[in-house]
């Protein structure tokens, strides 16, 4: 079996070829640090990383860049209103993007370069344009010349002929392809930019937006790389845009694989503020097991399958996550040490489908559905009194090794103890714990009801015992 991953670039499932075998260069898009990533952009996160738990899963070792735009045309608006400077707002809003994906049980990136720190990179990139005669200036700002590149529009299917072509004196990062155009390599300073300049010998001023991610995956990841992940609405002018200006300064192919997720929308539209639905992550997480309830509903939708978001959505996929979690706590709790049936072939036909279906595109749904076929059949095993210990360990083994892919059993901070238990209380939970391990179960009972009575409750999680003050 190999991955095969939907290329935007060729519109088709293809099945995975590494550059280098064993190993993958990895960039996504990430956050612009000006203000609260909304869940849309989380669910993107998310998905960035299913891709790399899954492909790590698949035994391939991930080398992931994600950047950080901390200089665009909505910092510049935002540090202006609110008089503050670039660093400050962006350096707050960085600190939450890291809270958030902390939030959502999202591995970090190998690195988060960002667009501030490679200036004289861009510059030296753009100048390669400029010799080669993919970029001109015009008023102090250098443009891309689309025309200089016959490939420009393939990924987003943008048909350049007819169209009116041409700086025309637009700055925006942004459009529709309805203008396609010249854009922006670097933009001379205006005065509503304030003191958000460079100097440098193509002037005063500071780069595109589209600039920075050119720069920094072909310096951290190299001039051609396996995968660029993003949401479909960056397909069209960024990714496009991206691949005219690395393809103009390496003349190499860009990217091989271009993979793209979907949106969300909320209760039945597009998130807005001015609508009132623009949720962020810390709107809908109030609790860790809202959090938990989130990440499960992205990983087991399909990434290029917009869904919408409700708050029924949400409980319902708290329930979902309290009867897997359930699951694994009676499984835990299994005593009998022999005389069950072998769940073995439940597991392995469950791990073969759902590495099957994994495989095809990362079709989660259908990999969740593998797996609550086994959970289903474990549960009426489990109903019946006919699990052992040993196949107690064999299904939960599975649940945790699905789980590097999936990331959903997860503890948050807050979940953890704010004070210290006395050392003899420590002692008592080290006691207990080893007490499991051999199998005494009812050692390890008998100490759970002695913090009972001293007004602390245990709780056995896959993550470890935890405890909490009850009344005693």
Wanted: aromatic residues 10%; charged residues 30%.
């Amino acid at each position: 079996m190999a991955v095969r991953f939907y290329n935007t670039l060729t519109r088709r499932k293809e099945e995975f070829k590494e550059i280098e075998p064993g190993k993958v260069r990895f960039y996504s898009c990430g956050p612009t640090v000006h203000d609260f990533a909304h869940i849309g952009n989380f669910k993107t996160f998310v998905v960035f990383d299913l891709i790399k738990r899954y492909l790590t899963y698949r035994d391939y070792q991930v080398h992931h860049v994600m950047n950080i735009t901390d200089v665009e045309d909505k910092i510049i608006r935002k540090v202006r209103d609110e008089g503050t400077t670039l660093e400050a707002l962006t350096e707050k809003y960085t600190d939450v993007f890291f809270e958030d994906m902390a939030i959502l049980n999202i591995l970090p990136a190998d690195g988060y370069p960002k667009a501030t720190a490679h200036i004289t990179d861009i510059v030296e990139m753009i100048h390669r344009m400029i010799e080669d005669g993919h970029a001109y200036v015009r008023e102090g700002s250098v443009y891309f010349s689309i025309r200089s590149f016959p490939t420009y529009g393939e990924l987003a299917r943008v048909d350049v002929e007819g169209m009116q072509v041409g700086a025309r004196g637009v700055d925006a990062d942004e459009y529709d392809k309805e203008n396609v155009r010249d854009f922006a390599l670097w933009k001379a300073w205006k005065e509503e930019d304030g003191d958000v300049f460079w100097e440098t010998d193509l002037g005063k001023g500071r780069p595109g937006w589209h600039m920075e991610c050119s720069c920094m995956s072909i310096k951290y990841l190299g001039e051609t790389i396996d995968l660029h992940a993003g949401a479909v609405d960056l397909i069209f002018p960024h990714h496009q845009n991206e691949i005219a200006q690395s393809e103009a300064v390496t003349g190499k192919r860009f990217v091989n694989y271009w993979l793209h997720g979907a949106h969300i929308n909320v209760d039945d539209a597009k998130m807005s503020k001015s609508v009132g639905n623009f949720l962020t992550v810390r709107d809908i997480a109030r609790t860790p097991d809202d959090a938990r309830a989130f990440r499960y509903l992205v990983v087991s939708s399909h990434y290029r399958t917009a869904f919408n978001f409700k708050q029924e959505v949400l409980d319902a996929a708290k329930r979902t996550m309290r009867r897997l979690s359930n699951f694994r706590r009676r499984l835990e709790e299994v005593e009998a040490p022999e005389g069950g049936e072998d769940p073995a072939p439940l597991v392995d036909e469950a791990r073969e489908r759902f590495i099957e279906h994994m495989d095809d595109d990362l079709n989660s749904p259908r990999a969740m559905a593998a797996v609550f076929d086994m959970v289903n059949a474990v549960e009426g095993l489990l109903g019946e009194a006919k699990v052992d210990r040993r196949g107690a360990d064999l299904v939960d083994g599975f649940m945790e090794e699905i789980d590097r892919v999936l990331g959903i059993f997860f503890t948050l901070p807050e979940e953890e103890q704010a004070e210290a238990l006395p050392e003899e209380l420590q002692a008592l939970v080290a006691e207990r714990e080893a007490a499991r391990k051999e199998k005494d179960w009812a050692r390890a009972d008998g100490i759970r009801d002695r913090f009972l009575k001293l007004g602390y409750a245990l709780e056995d999680t896959p993550e470890g015992t935890v405890w909490k003050r009850v009344q005693a």
